[in-house]
Structure formats: C-alpha cells, structure tokens
C-alpha cells in the first residue's frame, strides 16, 4: 500500500471521527485489531454498540467508497467485532455495522456519507 493512499486512508478515519462525534456517537475505541483484522471505529450511539468501517477516496472513477465494502470484508469486520464483544463481555449488547464513506476531492470539501446498518450478521 503506498504512503499517499495511507495517508488517505488515516485522513478519512480523523474526518469520520469527527463526523461521528457531532452526530452523537461516543467513540469507545480507533483501530481495534485482533488475529482478524481490524475495526476502524468502536462507538456508542444510544443503546447500541456500532462497528465502523471507514472507507475515502479521493476520486469517484473506480466506485465509491461505500461500493468497496464486499462480502469477504463484511465477513472479517464481524469475526473482529465477536472478538470486540467477547473481550470487553458484551454479550447482551445490541450492536450494528455503519460505514463511513468519505470522497476528498482536491478542489473541496469531503463528502461524508453515514450509512447506518451497512449489513447485517447472518
């Protein structure tokens, strides 16, 4: 992965962040990493428990950001949320998926897009 791209990528995370804290959300947690993978964000919105996955472009040409989240990824965001919720013993926890799709155009503002309930466990 190239240094520009992880810059992006850190970039989006901060911005999202943000984004989430002036919309309600209490961030428990950045980069949450476990044997599966990691999770951007951990946050409290409400009653709820919200796993966050973060995605910025800087251009639409290949898709949106939102667009990138496939099945397979779907499938370790959840491995590593079961870990989040068995170390920290939230078993009785209500829980979803959000994504953070962030567009950083040059000339402008990001676009942030809050999808709640991206997917769902199955």
């Known amino acids: 992965m190239g240094k520009?791209?992880?810059n992006l990528g850190r970039?989006?995370?901060?911005i999202a962040t943000g984004f989430l804290k002036r919309n309600g959300y209490v961030i428990l947690e950045r980069?949450?990493?476990?044997?599966?993978?990691?999770i951007d964000i951990i946050a409290r919105d409400g009653e709820s428990i919200v796993f966050v996955e973060v995605r910025t472009k800087g251009s639409d040409e290949f898709g949106l950001p939102m667009e990138s989240?496939?099945?397979?990824?779907?499938?370790r965001l959840i491995k590593v949320a079961w870990s989040y919720?068995?170390?920290h013993k939230l078993y009785n926890?209500?829980?979803?998926?959000d994504l953070v799709s962030i567009l950083v155009r040059q000339e402008g503002k990001p676009q942030i897009c809050l999808i709640k309930d991206a997917f769902w466990v199955s």
Do not use: D, H
């Open 4 to 6: 520009e791209r992880i």
């Open 11 to 14: 970039s989006g995370e901060k």
């Open 31 to 38: 980069n949450f990493s476990c044997l599966f993978g990691e």
């Open 69 to 75: 989240v496939q099945e397979s990824k779907q499938r």
């Open 85 to 87: 919720i068995k170390s």
């Open 93 to 97: 926890a209500y829980f979803r998926f």
